[in-house]
């Protein structure tokens, strides 16, 4: 008989293979943006506005022209000649590259000077005399919302006030009905606050305008190079072919390089008018005061109860902040993005949502930071109102949850919103979740800790999220449906290069992809090595973010691979002299299935492929897929934190937190830690110290590191990981997305243990960061603090 591989040893599905990006990451040899030189290279630098709204009267630049070494200065009237002052937002917005009547946040790109070196671009920067009409200033929805707010938007034609959208979902009539008929109504209302996903490698760009040829080379911070490609042929006029986008390593995304920056264009019109190639790479302030944020949404909740426990429909309205332009990178048909996942994963019978968003005098995003397009929000929200009102039932958390989870056998289940779930044990995750931390136990200490003064508390979350937008009906962006893409090629020895439209950031692609190519092909991993990130290179995709790759990218894997599979059955037969029908695959290799022994490998296939075909067979062995996700993926999460908080100090420490994943099969499970361990890290910074502010002038209030506050791995507690499989019912390998689980999950467990151990206190919301003074107001002032 035949020896089978063992999958694992050739790091296939479900090994904890070794990233291999961390060979040359930890050595200091990733090639990010500021390692790279073109011959010729000159270097631009970004004046930025030092106010956050008034009017520009004037700019002189005639010093900075004069400083030695400087070739170019561009103001937003030089771009407006060239019909460049202004550029599409992936919301169907407009927003300024160089502001031309106007600044509208502090930090907005006001100039751009490039020069033989960044130090004097920087030097001539500071050269530019800009004068500006200050002009009133409004930093949150309430005051853009005044009567007599001053109109932040007013070179939009038919703008007449500061609201970007109006948007709702979800039936109004029979959720109200339903609250008509409710014993109980629980309310709350709260903020998830601005905050930036600070990777470590800021925003740039190298753009390389060759005159001879007409090509365009960009190299850039991109999580999504050919959605980069697409917007710069439409607006440039460009044919792609001419474009070449090309994202190198990248020093961590978490979506604040799914956005186009002005810095981006500026590269690219400096280095047409130079003709040299033109660097642009952002400093940590640029970074911090002008990226693309996450959140910065407010909520007014309501539940309708019923008095044993069950949910009868949920009422949600919230007002979001989105700086100066609407330029939330999400599917076009969302204007909230998918805030309306809320309460996916219970059984609730009626929702509606209504959503406003508002212009103010602060930067532009919404949906950076891990954030699978605004579900961090919607699940915050949920379990926070979940929470509020099991205390409203005077009911035990996990109990309300139990009650009101969708069971195992209700699946698939449509919820109030018109999402389709499709698999998932959602009790099962919570009863491990409970075991681990010992649930019972803990509520019995909590009860003798109270006794004495002491202040425990344990906070529950438990939720699903849709990652891996398509399919294609449902999801686009700037009309481009959302889908992916997988390129295999084997060659005659047998290695493979392995090539999609995604572009990793961090995740790990190039340990994982290669493993499902080991796993459908019986290559070894190590044989196969993984590419993404160039437009001239890689099938089209729509790039990495809302944790899409997995479900559609790495489905795209699967399916290329079964491709390439199907075409080395052929030559098998041929070389094994049996019809196609005896043919028989096990990992690695085909046999006659009359006689085991007699096989062929599929590197000798491969090698067949070009030495030794049929007649009338195409030589090579390669193939492509496209692949338009039938649903959503649906993974699970329960995360449990248990804390002490001091009533002296409102200091709160993390006793132990408990995670437990269902994402479907895993395909690295090491990596998979690695992503949750990272999202629950950020939960944490979130829920602890992370926030952006502004006083009331629209200065950005955390623009460093001393200000921004991450905490680092000395303040960062310990996890415990637990896992649940339930395979996805459409993914060719069973697999759910994870990427942003923790981050989104994360949080309510956190806050929701403060709340449980301040209850004694009637304190029904305390906005995050619980700093220990807002828990300390709340505690000895015994009301709400956001
Ligand atoms: N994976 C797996 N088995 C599964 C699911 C995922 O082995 N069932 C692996 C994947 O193969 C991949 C990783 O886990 O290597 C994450 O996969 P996936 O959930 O598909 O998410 P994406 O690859 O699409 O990553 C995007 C997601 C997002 S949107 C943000 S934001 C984020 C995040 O990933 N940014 C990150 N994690 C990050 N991690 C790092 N280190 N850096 C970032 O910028
Ligand atoms: Cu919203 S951050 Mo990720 O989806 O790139």
New binding site residues.
Partial sequence: MTQALDEIKIGGLGASRRRVEDNRFIRGKGNYIDDITLPGMLHMEILRSPVAHARIRAIDTSKAWNIPGVRLVLTGEMMATRNLAWMPTLSYDTQAVLATDKVRFQGQEVACVVADDPYVAKDACEAIVVDYEPLPVIVNPEQAMAPDAPLIRDDKENQVDNVAFHWQVGDKASTERAFAEADVVSRISMHYPRSHPS?IECCGSIADFDRATGKLTVYMTSQAPHIVRAAVAMVAELPEHMIRIISPDIG????NKVPIYPGYVMSILASILTERPVKWIEDKTGNLISTGFGRDVYLDGELALRRDGRILAVRMHTTSDHGAFFGDAQPSKFKIGLMHSAFACYDVPHAHLTATGVYTNKAPGGVA??C?FRVTEAMYFQERMIQAAADDLGMDQAEFRRVNLVRDEDFPHRTAFGFLTDSGQYGRCLDVALEAIGYADFRKQQEEAREQGRLLGLGISTMTEP?GAGNSREYDILGIKMFDSAELRVHLTGRAILRTG?R??????E??WAQIVAHELGIPADDVVVEEGDTDTAPFGMG????????VA?AAVSMAARKVRAKARKLAAHLLEVSEEDVEWELGRFYVRSAPDRGATIQECAMAAYANMPDGLEPGLEASAYYDPPNLTWPFACYVVTVEVDPETGVWDVLNVVGVDD??????PM??EG?IM?GLTEAYAMACVQFITFDAAGNCIGSNYLDYLLPTAWETPGFELHEVVTPCPHHPLG??????CATVGGPAAFVNAVMDAIKPYGVRNVDMPLLPDRVYEAISQRHDVS
């Fill in positions: 990777p961590g995304g978490f979506g930071y891990r699978s990652l995604a990793t950031q961090g995740q790990g692609h340990t994982t990495t973010y809302a944790s899409r790759s997995t479900p790495g994402c479907g099969v895993r395909i690295n990596v998979v992503q990272g697999a759910k997305g994870v990427g942003e």
